[in-house]
């Protein structure tokens, strides 16, 4: 790639036991750009962004954001660093509204932190003030701007996962990770992802990647498609090369991607 890298993954690798997660898997994501990340169920895709994300420390290979080694940071650090995610398994204060979901992920970027609370200091006011308007800026940006005060717990699926979204662009991210954004959504939902993921590139102009199932979905964001299969990368290109290339074909209906879709997830760890 000869373009503006803004992350950079060289030959990582994560064992747990005897099996090995991700192997010696490279990646690069061009600054604005759209990559997604394809395989079958347990091909080590949602493990490739526990160990850039810190939730895991990868065996071996390295991990630049934007020059920023990520390796050995912890997910706080990482989000500080630029680089936010949302999950497989929607994880939400179910029990807080839809702004509170926002607003806590928003406050670790707020300055006067503790001590400003605890003396409600001018500049923790004008800094409330401020996350408010911004988390609900990000809430009217995924189309949520009228559930603001509905309980997380009490919104549609579809609801959820933009709230998810909002929570990580919370963060002010320059590169948006998202784990199987359109799982479990309907026709309807998986367009209005799909034009959220463009809108979040073209008017915040952050970068994307992107672990997804749904393959016209793929095919019609990715500037990038990166295959895995049993923790390797087994290709990468763009839509037309990997929908004819004999390796994608042979791990998505070779071996069967009915019976391995059926399969549930396995759950990511903590
Ligand atoms: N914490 C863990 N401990 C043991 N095995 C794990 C752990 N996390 C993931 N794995 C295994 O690593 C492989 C890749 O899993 P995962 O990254 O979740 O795949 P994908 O997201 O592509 O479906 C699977 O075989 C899974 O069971
Ligand atoms: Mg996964």
């Keep these: ?13 994560k064992s747990f036991g005897g099996l090995t ?8 994501v061009e600054r604005g750009s759209i990559v997604s990340v394809i395989g079958p169920n347990g091909a080590g895709k949602t493990t490739f962004f526990n160990l850039i994300t810190g939730i895991y420390r990868p065996d071996l290979g390295t991990a630049l954001l934007d020059g920023v080694d990520l390796v050995g940071l ?16 929607i994880r939400l204060f179910a029990g807080m509204t839809a702004l509170e979901n926002v607003l806590v992920a928003r406050s670790m970027h707020m300055r006067s932190g503790y001590w400003g609370a605890l003396f409600h200091t001018r500049v923790y006011a004008d800094q409330e003030r401020s996350a408010v308007a911004d988390a609900s800026e990000l809430l009217r940006f995924v ?73 016209r979905l793929v095919m019609t964001v990715s500037d990038h498609i ?3 299969d049993y923790g390797r990368k087994i290709a990468e290109g763009g839509a037309d090369d990997i929908r004819t290339h004999p390796k994608v074909i042979e791990a998505y209906l070779g071996r ?8 549930p997830e396995s759950e990511e760890a903590s």
């Design 1 to 13: 790639m000869t373009g503006d890298l803004l992350l950079d993954v060289a030959s990582l690798r």
């Design 21 to 28: 997660a991700v192997d010696d898997v490279t990646l690069q």
């Design 74 to 89: 912890r997910p706080d650090q990482v989000a500080a660093a630029g680089l936010a995610r949302t999950f497989q398994n």
């Design 143 to 215: 189309g949520l701007a009228e559930r603001a005060d509905a309980l997380a717990g009490s919104l549609a699926y579809g609801e959820q996962r933009r709230l998810e979204i909002a929570r990580a662009l919370a963060t002010k991210p320059k590169l948006l990770l998202l784990d199987e954004p359109s799982a479990g959504m309907n026709p309807q939902e998986t367009e209005d992802a799909k034009a959220l993921i463009l809108r979040i590139r073209s008017e915040l102009g952050i970068a994307v990647v992107l672990i997804e199932h749904d393959m």
């Design 226 to 228: 990166v295959v895995l």
């Design 256 to 263: 069967g991607v009915a019976a391995r879709t059926a399969t």
